[in-house]
């Protein structure tokens, strides 16, 4: 192949690459992990204006320092730091008024923003429980809400909501956040059907382990993973994000293959419960 050839081709998938050009996209926990790294690939993928959210500003700040200076060529026209903790109600309904007000319509939301408590339910507190409920389910709704209309009404927008495959496992010590995160995929699978033929999507991205600060709870003091095998990294998870913002599919599991352990699971769940169920009850009672 020619130089230019190879020009062009590289040229071309450069912009084949670029596949949120121009897009609004308000990303809930941008400040870290997950959030942060689909915040700075959407940026790297062409999106217009980034609204990052979550409750550190300091830590989006920094993220903004990042985006502004390291993506020389595909920086954002407009990065937005907005503070707010997406479990009240009425700030996530300011912040939803705000951001309209200023740019009318969002294209893409991603509801990411979450933690886990680990630990038996006996043991936690149902404060605790409610907690990361409020955050990870209701947070999402709340932040759905706000800006679903707007969506609506230009036929046109997508939701991409960040479970777990903890969203078709309950696993034993974190049933507060499997519940929380199957609330979270039944909501969605209700809300994809009653938006077919709208314009509007949404879609789940389902990940096992990622290597971020969600571990970083006290409560998994004796329970960190050993960022071997499995875990992932942000960027895979991020990776399946941003396909998801361009997806008809209702979830997207990450890594792909384990969509088959969610089939056996619902197919055979005789077999595959006991042995997961095992797995994380011993996991549970040798960190205790
Ligand atoms: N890591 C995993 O193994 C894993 C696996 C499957 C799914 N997930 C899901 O992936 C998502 C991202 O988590 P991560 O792994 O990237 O963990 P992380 O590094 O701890 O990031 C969590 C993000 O959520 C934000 N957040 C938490 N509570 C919030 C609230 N009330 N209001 C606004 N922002 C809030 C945090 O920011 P502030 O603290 O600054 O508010 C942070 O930016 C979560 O929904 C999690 O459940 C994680």
């Known amino acids: 192949m020619s130089d230019e050839r190879k020009k062009e081709s590289k040229h071309n998938k450069k912009v084949r690459l670029k596949k949120h050009e121009g897009k609004i996209v308000l990303i809930t926990g941008a400040s870290s992990g997950i959030g942060r790294q689909a915040s700075i690939d959407f940026a790297d993928n062409g999106a217009d204006v980034l609204i990052l959210v979550a409750r550190s500003e300091s830590r989006l700040y920094e993220l903004n ?49 979450g933690f886990g408590i680990y630990g038996n339910v006996k043991d936690q507190s149902i404060e605790e429980i409610e907690a ?23 036929h046109s927008g997508h939701i991409v909501n960040v479970a777990s495959l903890s969203a078709s496992f309950g696993v034993a010590g974190l049933a507060g956040y499997s519940g929380s995160k199957y609330a979270m995929l039944g909501f969605s699978e209700s809300l994809y059907h009653e938006l077919y033929g709208t314009g509007v999507g949404i879609t789940v991205v389902s990940p096992i382990g990622v290597k971020t600060g969600f571990f970083n709870n006290e409560s998994f003091v004796n329970h960190k993973p050993n960022y071997t095998g499995f875990m992932l990294e942000s960027k895979a998870v991020s990776k399946a994000v941003l396909a998801a913002a361009n997806s008809r599919r209702l979830e997207i599991v990450v890594p792909f293959y384990l969509r088959a352990g969610v089939w056996f699971k619902h197919t055979l769940p005789y077999l595959v419960n006991p042995l997961i169920g095992a797995h994380f009850r011993r996991q549970l009672k040798s960190k205790m």
């Not at 954002?76 to 951001?99: L, N, T």
């Not at 990361?132 to 230009?154: A, D, I, P, W």
């Open 65 to 113: 320092k990042i985006l502004q200076t390291n993506l020389e060529s595909n920086r954002p026209k407009e990065v937005v730091v907005y503070a707010c903790d997406i479990s009240k109600r009425e700030d996530v309904i300011k912040m939803g008024k705000e951001i309209l007000q200023r740019f009318q319509y969002i294209d893409i939301l991603v509801n990411n923003a």
């Open 132 to 154: 990361v409920m409020q955050t990870n389910y209701l947070g999402m709704v709340y932040c759905t809400k706000v800006f679903l209309e707007s969506m609506l009404l230009r």
